[in-house]
Structures are given as structure tokens and as C-alpha cells.
């Protein structure tokens, strides 16, 4: 029985383009998540800050408002912690993620994540790296 091919996977262009939409919104909320994320000088978070504004002044700050994580890719934001409170440190801080990180994962809780989800897992730590460099180089 063969499968209709607009339900994803290599029937044409379409589903890419549907998948790249929903990569790029993933990656710019996961950059925005870790830019919110990241400690300040005083050790509190960009988020706490913002937060701490927020109440003082009665408004919401508007830096706190970014990308929304889009729904069909939810599970990989939540694949991406988990790798995440698993990953290995050096002396130089977290180590990135590497295939073999994903392959013990993978193993360990059953999940199989397809070639496409494993790069953007991929994807997603070298952009929550970067968004923390950059933090960490903006003045306070």
C-alpha cells in the first residue's frame, strides 16, 4: 500500500519546505529561549531581570515575548533537554553534542528520532551555544 507522499517524508517539495518553515521557528525560539536563559554577571538570568522589570513597573517587558515553539516540533524541544541534562563537560565548559550522544540516548529511552530529527538536535545545540556566546559578550 503505498503512502501518499504530501504526508511527509521525500514526496517532493512541499514537505520540505514545511519542515525547513518549522526548523527555522524552532531554531529562533531555542536562540530567544537561551538568550532569556542565560546568567547575567550577577549569576540571575537575562529572564529574571526582565521579569523583576515586569512587576515593577506593571507591563510586561516586550523582551520577554519571542518565537513560539511551534506545535509539530514540541517533542524535539523536549528531546533537546533531556540530551541536554545528560551531556558531558570539560574544563572548558559543556561539551556539544555529538552523534554518539544522541545514538546512547536514543538507546537508552527507546526513542527513535529519524535522521532528519537527529540534525536538527544537531542544529539546536550549536544555536542555544551561540545565542550563549553572544550573551555572554553583550555588555550588562
Known sequence: LPLDPRAGGRG???PRKFFAGLREQLLAFAGHQARLNAAE?????RREHLEA???QSGERHPDLDGPALPAPVEHLWAWF???DRGRNSNAMGAAPL??????AWARLSGIRPSARESRLLLELDRTVAVALAGRRK???
Not at 555529538?98 to 545514538?103: P, R, T
Open 53 to 55: 522589570a515586569s512587576r
Open 98 to 103: 555529538a552523534w554518539s550522544d544522541i545514538e
Open 138 to 140: 553583550e555588555p550588562t
Open 41 to 45: 554577571s550577577d549569576g540571575h538570568s
Open 81 to 83: 533537554f533531556e540530551l
Open 12 to 14: 517532493g517539495p512541499r
